[in-house]
């Protein structure tokens, strides 16, 4: 089923403004449904979980409604799902607490693929209890990132491998579960980080062999807020830092103080609107997710195709986005212009590329672009033949 573009974006307010976005892997726009779920929550009488009063039976559906939909979400059961302020939040609470049984000889798996968020949590855990990180690398000249190189670095010590899903820089998709297969066979544990990858292609995390995995509703058209999710008897074996009086149930002894109950409506409703994407898909949620990411890799690989061939046409453009499996994330550099430059040049002409290394330092560095990185393209749901279209006339102009 194809992407009725139009529909989606008439529900989106801010595509009002006429700007051509391109700026989706550092956070989507905003649809009203979603925008209305919150205002919901906070327009409802509201109070600490419970089962008593009005407000606590409302704050308990909220939570449990979200911990459903992003369950459906993520291939994950519900009883497994976390939630915390950001990605990067959870992914240090994680790693502290598995860092309390790692020790001297024990070793940590790191990629330079990665978004910081998931290299620093897990080497500065590493190095505080004296554990040793070892480093995989991608090739750059290809932008892959294969299971071999992953394998070079395992041994018998290894602990956890921490790998990305997808690239947040150029949308390089690692093998995961021959990598998981590998990192299973070393004894170790495997956390991915699908902050990326969760935007563009249905997630499962059995299928992905991830023992943790990562993701943030703001990327796929929710509220500012992270996810983690694991198998419910995996973290009931994890005994992180929390109140006495809080919760030791799984999964609320790992969320700290009371949750932001409006963002958990938001993000519910951001799943519920990404399941009708595809338009005439009537089964269960978790089917009807599985249907819309069918159609929206179609819409957004053909829209990111368009891309790479008006670039391979421009003269000094070189594109750093080349793995065989990536998603709808182009990076490039202009010659003679700093990527800064172009990304003033394109906001002149309505249009939002933004430019730098996104958090993926050890990436952007290993392409030889340094901190400055390049330009960053990136597709979502509400994107366009419009928008790619003037954002290829506008390169056009700038190149010449």
Known sequence: MALDVDAIRAQIPALKSGTARFDAPGGTQTPQPVIDAVAEALAAPLANRGRTTEGERNADRIVTEARAALGDLLGADPRGVVFGRSATQLAYDLSRTLARTWGPGDEVVVTRLEHDSNIRPWTQAAEAAGATVRWADFAPATGELLPEHIEAVLSPRTRLVAVTAASNLIGTRPDLPAVARLVHGAGALL?????????????DLTALGADTLVCSPYKFLG????????????LETLRPDKLLPSSDAVPERFELGTLPYELLAGARAAVDFLADLAPGAHDGRRERLLASFEALEVHEDALRERI??????????????RAARRTPTLLFTVEGLRPADVHRLLAERGIDAPAGSFYAVEAARHLGLGDEGGVRVGLAPYSDGDDVDRLLTALGDITR
């Open 223 to 234: 509220p500012h807020l992270g996810v983690l999710a694991a198998r419910p008897e995996f």
């Open 308 to 321: 790479e061939r008006g670039l391979a046409e421009l003269g000094g453009v070189t594109v750093h986005s």
């Open 191 to 203: 956390h991915v980080d699908a902050v990326h990858y969760a935007s563009h292609a249905a997630v």
